[in-house]
């Protein structure tokens, strides 16, 4: 799903490798940096990808939120801040830190003045303002406004130097305009279409702010970007970045082993451990801000039963998370424990396990169920108020390691007398907007890949967020979200965000699973890769990587 608005840790942490098995960066891949004088330029790099953008290369848009997606535009489109591996932010497209005021809040940005777009034209003020006014346009269908429906003012002081004034102050500013749109080229063209079938500008040309530019897209097939030689910083030492859609688990595997992909960053999957020990491949794993979960449809479109708290604290006491954790991850993440948190991670300094008290309890499942009136039917499976607890388990097809929960949810959950029928589908079908948009699911396992800064759980949790699809609404938990957001002490929004988690832990609309360690794995001839477990993703630095030839 889309990156920016998805929430994790907010502050500076330092990750260990998680496994053994894995090999560490630090100790096996050289980087760009380590030799200038052996960097080698051009060819092609081509990185299997495990998801295709789905229907339009727009990632902003509600329709289009996959993080994958996220990770290709982030080279084409840059921010004013970016998110580094160890979850701090720094200056990106400005060139400090913007200037703060608190009464009232204010952000004033110094954009760089190096800091030009493709076509030569430079990055202003205005493009600034232009991004604002383009996401809180209604005709625009964007996945999420949060923080920009708080400016109330925008002020172009010079060409390098824009003022935005807030209503009120917004702890999470530092997610904010990422990506900036060109004014100069987009202006006046229909935003939820000019971006379908390439990052061009409204005459069809390719434009960047970024070092690659689109070159071409072949649906179903793979994208090509190609060196922007007029990036403002260090241009790309490759010629070309190639993104080949392999969404088969087994395929990856395959094309990695075989050279025909450089780079891979699945989603982890215990096959896996066949690519470590490998001399030609150099695997890194990091503890990650994505984490799985099983979403709860409890609005109107979901299964009536599902409406009932009882069933869910059922369904929850019914899963053994600690053995599906343990059974998947023994060989790739040992030291991996379930997640009891929706919205900090196991290794933030704020986490609290609001959740833990869902540990795997049959007897106490069925005494929910059998207490509220349900009676088994003669397949073993429970009917409350006249509905049976039968409940399709959506989630993505092709993912052998989703593919495996499934299975292990459904034998556990049956014990308890509820059944899972399997709703699998591609990645850009589910995720659109006829599934999980118009929450057309009764259950629906998939990972939100999360920022360090933890604003974007705001959007996910509180009533009618623009990201909350499960149609979940607790008034109060509402409120402290909505507080959090202008808390700048972080021990006060913690504070609050801890107790608003605690809440939805007694309201069960999802099930949070673990926190998913990121794993990136590329031929070891290809140098500079280091991983970014944020929104940023894999790609963040590929203008730094080389291939030795």
Not at 354 to 359: G, R, V
Not at 462 to 470: P, V
Request: glycine share 8%; with cysteine; charged share 25%.
């Amino acid at each position: 799903m889309r990156s920016k608005y998805f929430v994790l840790i907010a502050l500076l942490l330092a990750f260990a490798v998680i496994g053994a098995a894995c090999a560490s960066q630090d100790d096996n891949t050289p980087t760009s940096q380590d030799d200038e004088g052996d960097v080698q330029k051009g060819g092609s790099i081509v990185l299997g990808w495990e998801q295709e953008p789905a229907g339009s290369l727009n990632i902003d848009l509600a329709c289009c939120t996959l993080a994958y997606g996220r990770w290709i535009e982030g080279e084409v489109f840059e921010g004013a801040m970016e998110a580094q591996p160890d979850f701090t932010y720094a200056p990106n497209l400005v060139e400090a830190d913007p200037e703060i005021t608190e009464d009232p809040f204010t952000l004033t940005y110094h954009i760089r003045e190096e800091a030009q777009w493709s076509d030569g034209e430079p990055i202003t003020a205005d493009d600034f303002i232009f991004t604002l006014d383009t996401i809180m346009d209604k005709k625009n269908d964007m996945a999420s406004r949060s923080g920009f429906d708080l400016i109330t003012d925008s002020e172009a002081i010079d060409e390098k130097t824009v003022k935005f004034t807030f209503s009120e102050a917004y702890a999470g500013w530092r997610d904010l305009f990422n990506p900036i749109y060109p004014k100069h080229a987009i202006e006046g063209e229909n935003f939820n279409k000019v971006w379908n079938k390439c990052w061009c500008d409204g005459a069809g040309e390719p434009i960047s702010s970024g070092p690659w530019l689109f070159d071409s897209w072949d649906k179903g097939s793979q994208l090509k970007l190609v060196r922007n030689d007029n990036y403002w910083g260090q241009v790309a030492n490759a010629d070309e970045l190639v993104f080949r859609f392999l969404p088969e688990t087994n395929t990856e595997i395959q094309s990695i082993l075989g050279n025909e992909v450089d780079i891979i960053y699945p989603s982890p999957q215990l096959e896996l451990k066949r690519l470590t020990g490998n001399p030609d491949i150099t695997v890194t794993t990091t503890p990650g801000t994505t984490w799985e979960h099983l979403d709860i449809q409890v609005g109107p479109n979901g299964n009536p039963a599902l409406q009932n708290l009882y069933v869910r604290q059922a369904l929850a006491y019914a899963i053994d998370r600690d053995g599906l954790v343990a059974q998947q991850f023994k060989d790739i993440a040992p030291d991996l424990t379930p997640l009891n948190n929706t919205i900090y991670m196991t290794n933030a300094p704020e986490y609290a396990p609001n959740w833990e008290m869902y540990s795997q309890d049959i007897d106490k499942a069925t005494g929910l169920l059998e207490d509220n009136g349900c009676k088994k039917g003669s397949d073993g499976i429970y009917v409350c108020d006249g509905e049976k607890l039968s409940f399709e388990f959506t989630t993505t097809t092709g993912n052998a390691l989703r593919e495996l929960t499934f299975e292990i949810l459904q034998e556990q959950v049956k014990a308890a007398g509820i059944e899972l029928k399997p709703a699998f589908g591609e990645a850009a079908d589910v995720f659109g907007p006829k599934i999980l948009v118009a929450g057309n699911y009764d259950l629906f396992m998939f990972a939100w890949v999360g920022n360090p800064d933890p604003g974007g759980s705001v959007e996910i949790w509180k009533c009618k967020g623009s990201q909350n699809f499960t149609g979940y609404c607790n008034d109060e938990v509402t409120k402290l979200l909505e507080q959090s957001n202008a808390l700048l002490d972080n021990d006060e929004r913690a504070a609050a965000m801890n107790e608003a988690d605690a809440l939805m832990a007694q309201d069960i609309p999802t099930i949070p699973i673990y926190q998913k360690p990121t794993i990136l794995a590329f031929n070891s001839s290809i140098h500079g890769m280091e991983d970014n477990a944020t929104q940023e993703g894999p790609t963040w630095n590929s203008e730094e990587w080389w291939i030795e030839q």
